[in-house]
């Protein structure tokens, strides 16, 4: 991220955060190549080569999407239909503020816009070190809410092969169309150039390694992507007020994700701030993935002490990060004034885990790498097309306009452009 504003550095990261990898990207160039020229032949011999996968069927029938619902328990089932709920009403709250308008700028000429819902979206249901069930509620229920007519889904094949039961019943309660079973680059190829019975789709989305998130960059223009995500990104800010026990706990729930996913500490209080810096160590080796963590902040954790509220919220906006959380006593001052985060949890009673098994309802695919300093995360309005449109309902309004028309075209030397408004006023008379 570059050096942090002023403030005192209580850890820095061994290392700084890594940027693009060639070898990757070049990899999956010659992989898309390869798949857009030969096709299903290509899927499948990269499947066979990358996950060991070659059935007769990609394809989930419909009787195995029912026998692996049929396995789930009822447990699961409960706690995934509440998530459902929130996911659903978060996205349908705001589809209602995304709205059709128009207005009559003035007298004869109105010009409006008309919220349009993508045709087809790919969604890349994650597989890998944690398949993350709840990546259907971002990923497909969301879509489905904005509109859009067809979701076809692609998740990878588990180690031996098979699909996890709850993510299939995930992907098909959210509203999927079809689950393929295929990962990585020839997933998203598949949905993106339309190879193995897919249609081609108009957006792909979803999380993945760093070759899914390469193939949605080169892919980008081909189809439309949600965001580039990189690995798990977590800041607090506390001051002297937090709970130092919870604060290390929050920071170090993110960075399972991996050993490349960064936290960071901003406090406004020194005391507070190494007490949390105590609580991580003590709380590491508690961990089942305490190896993974142990990495993760040892290379990637940083700690930064700021002189006051301001400070903190400058720290912060330079950090950029994909969650947030505020744990002070002025939470709703925060709110107000930091800007560049991927969503933002306040108080010492939310977490990020809440969000990201969409118990919240806000959607858990998220700027990472800074990306907070022009994009939100993904939401309807990613799967929705703002498109304006305009007429003239008299010809005063032609007699408004025109004559500016053709002194612009007479500037621009576009002569065709100029006869386009004079003709109109020749027909005025």
């Known amino acids: 991220m570059g050096a942090a504003p002023a403030g005192s550095t209580l850890k820095a ?23 857009e020229r030969e096709g299903m032949d290509a899927v499948r011999r990269y499947s066979r080569e990358l996950d060991g996968w070659d059935p007769p069927e990609l394809l989930l029938s419909d009787a195995e999407v029912a026998a692996a619902r049929s396995r789930i328990d009822d447990g699961f089932v409960r706690a995934f239909a509440d998530s459902v709920d929130a996911v659903r009403r978060f996205a349908e709250f705001q589809r209602a503020t995304l709205v059709d308008a128009e207005i009559e700028l003035r007298p004869g000429v109105v010009v409006g816009q008309r919220q349009v819902p993508i045709e087809r979206v790919g969604s890349y249901l994650p597989g890998g070190r944690y398949p993350l069930i709840s990546s259907p509620l971002m990923t497909v229920l969301v879509p489905r809410v904005a509109g859009v007519s067809s979701i076809v889904t692609c998740t990878p094949p588990l180690p031996g ?96 994700h991996g050993p490349t996913s960064p936290a960071t500490l901003i406090s406004t209080d020194e005391a507070k701030a190494r007490e949390v810096l105590v609580e991580i160590e003590r709380q590491i080796p508690l961990l089942v993935n305490r190896d993974v963590v142990a990495v993760a902040w040892r290379d990637h954790g940083a700690a930064y002490l700021a002189r006051d509220r301001d400070e903190a919220v400058a720290i912060s ?27 933002l949890f ?18 858990h695919t998220l700027p990472t790498r800074r990306a907070s300093r022009y994009t939100g995360g993904l939401s309807v309005a990613k799967f929705l097309k703002t498109l304006t449109y305009q007429r003239l309902d008299s010809d005063d309004a032609t007699r408004a306009i025109a004559p500016a028309v053709i002194a612009f075209d007479e500037l621009d030397a576009l002569q065709a452009h100029q006869r386009t408004a004079s003709l109109r006023l020749d027909r005025l008379g």
């Not at 990261?13 to 190549?33: F, K, N, T």
């Not at 809440?354 to 309802?361: E, F, I, L, M, V």
Request: charged letters at 20%; proline letters at 2%; a negative charge.
């Open 317 to 343: 906006d330079r950090v950029g990060a994909e969650h947030l959380e505020v744990h002070t006593t002025d939470d709703a001052w925060y709110h107000d004034r930091l800007r560049n985060y991927g969503s």
């Open 13 to 35: 990261p061994a290392r700084e955060a890594e940027g693009a990898d060639h070898e990757v990207a070049a990899r999956v160039s010659e992989m898309l190549s390869t798949i």
């Open 161 to 256: 092969g098979g699909v996890a039961d709850a993510m299939v019943y995930a992907a098909d309660e959210c509203g999927a169309d079809a689950i393929h079973v295929l990962g990585g680059v020839p997933a998203l190829a598949a949905m993106a150039f339309g190879i193995g019975g897919i249609e081609p789709v108009d957006v792909v989305c979803g999380a993945g390694n760093q070759y899914v998130a390469e193939a949605k960059r080169q892919l980008y223009g081909r189809v439309g992507i949600d965001l580039l995500a990189g690995p798990s990104e977590v800041c607090v800010i506390c001051d002297g007020s937090a709970d130092a026990e919870l604060v290390a706990a929050d920071l170090l729930a993110q960075i399972e």
């Open 346 to 363: 306040l108080g010492q009673r939310a977490t990020v885990a809440y969000s990201d098994k969409g118990c919240t309802g806000t959607n």
